[in-house]
């Protein structure tokens, strides 16, 4: 069975036929030549919060999804499943604004410290807060408040009137962080008295803290506690991370210790021909053969995600009036954009117009006529608007697509006399929308987003159209093109499965497993291990 004790009998054997050389730094050389679980991300590992604007932009759930667990988990065909490992939430029947949440009495983190309210009360507050946290999480806009009792373990969330129906968009994977840990860097003694105090002061030292804590190349990973199934246990001189069962962890044991996790620079061959790679989430198709990437040894899965690239605007700033937003609309070309990035990165996408919907939803066809419709391009109303001014578009430049998809955009709209600036973004000087730039790109599905609205995927066709218009007139965002999907598993590997949404293959990352001989496709996931434990 190829397993890591499989690799630590290669290496004492290797160690003995090199006796007279062995010392300390050439065993360390050998385990890192050993073979591993290695798992490649498509995007840099800047930080396991995935609720910051840095965490959104670097795929940062992918990395968390198992480190911190949400209320609800996505699985593969986009159903949320409960997490009681975690928490259990139940609606108050007699109204729909308020839902009860008890946190699992086994809870806790790898420190020992227990889960509490304190630690959604912070989430909360940073979605509610993002100039002063940094946050990217909209749907807190819904909530009202929550009852929260210093180091309880319940709590009573509050909606805004007209909203609740979409509860299990809250708390997502990589949001609910140790209050403990960041209260302890921001020298703030009580979270919960901050917050429902509104003390500004407090919160700004709690808000910068939020972040920086989580910033893995400012702050060691392995002392930050996590209370999922893995904790990170060691950064690696190149970025990349070794996790570790989480011993304190109120589910069951992860199927596979240790996983060592890579950002999207990693050398994929060299780790390919030391057999320390076994799972790619990948950003191209350019350099798979070349990589090692290839049958029979890898499963390559090419397909589009849930999720969406998207324009963010800066609606308190120079995109604060919607005719101005309706006008950016109208000098941007997706078909454009969607051949371009066909053409120069063999990724197969395709445009859309829909905020709601992802072009891959079952109702998406059903609601083509409003996605064209919302992608009409106008000229004329761009000149009228925005002609002779610059916007300035900012992306992360570790993604490969979002500089072509943007030059593409200067090059429609320049026909209006709109100059786009192009400004690359680095994990190092992420910046800030309003500040450094004008718009966004971004890739997001429609999960915990649209916060104006209390409809969601499962509503019904007549509805999601409704809102659809709504979203359309009121325009905050712009959706592009759905999002190219390259993932590679080594053909040992079972249960590993891809996640439309923001989790993608880590969504069940503790239940991959490898086996001894190779896995069919058909039979790549084993029904007793495709959903994290409890999940149903």
Partial sequence: ??????????????????????????????HEKGEQLGYVLSRPIATTNAGTGLGVATDAEKLS???????????????????????????????????NYVINEQASYSDE??????????????????????????????????????????????????FGQRYRELFTPGTVLPSHTVAQAAEVQDVVGAIDSQDEQALQQLGQAWQDTFNVATTDPSTVPTHGPYRISARGEKGDLELQANTHYAGSKPQESPIYVWPNDADIKSLVEAKQLRVADLGSTADLEADGLKEPDFRVDKDQSGRVDTFGLDTAGMFSDVEMRRAFNGCV????????????LNLETKATGLRMLPATHPLAAQLQETSDAQMTMNMERAGQWLGGQTVRVGYLDAVPRYAAMVDELAK?????????????????????????????????????RNSSTNENGTSSVGEVKKVEAELYQDMTSIPLSTEPRVVAVDQYMANVSDNGGDAGLSWNMDRWVQRSTPVEPSTGSDEDAEAPANAI
């Fill in 412 to 448: 429609s709209c320049q026909k209006a006399g709109v100059t786009i600036e192009p400004v690359p973004l680095t994990v190092e000087s992420y910046g800030q929308l309003g500040t450094d730039y004008d718009v966004i790109l971004t890739t997001r599905p429609a999960f915990g």
């Fill in 65 to 99: 999804a198992r480190l911190y667990p949400g209320a609800f988990l996505a699985g593969p065909d986009a159903q949320l499943l409960p997490n009681p490992d975690l928490v259990t939430a139940t609606p108050v029947p007699q109204d729909p604004t308020v839902v």
């Fill in 333 to 344: 070309d997706r078909q454009a954009m969607v051949q371009r990035v066909s053409t120069e």
């Fill in 1 to 30: 069975m190829r397993t890591i004790g499989r690799a630590i009998a290669l290496l004492t054997s290797v160690a003995s036929t090199m006796a007279l050389a062995a010392c300390a730094e050439d065993v360390e050389q050998q």
């Fill in 113 to 162: 410290q227990p889960v509490v309210c304190d630690d959604f009360l912070l989430t909360q507050a940073a979605g509610s807060r993002s100039d002063l946290f940094g946050s990217d999480m909209p749907l807190f806009n819904q909530v009202a408040g929550i009852d929260c009792a210093p180091g309880a373990k319940q709590f009573t969330v509050h909606f805004n009137p007209g």
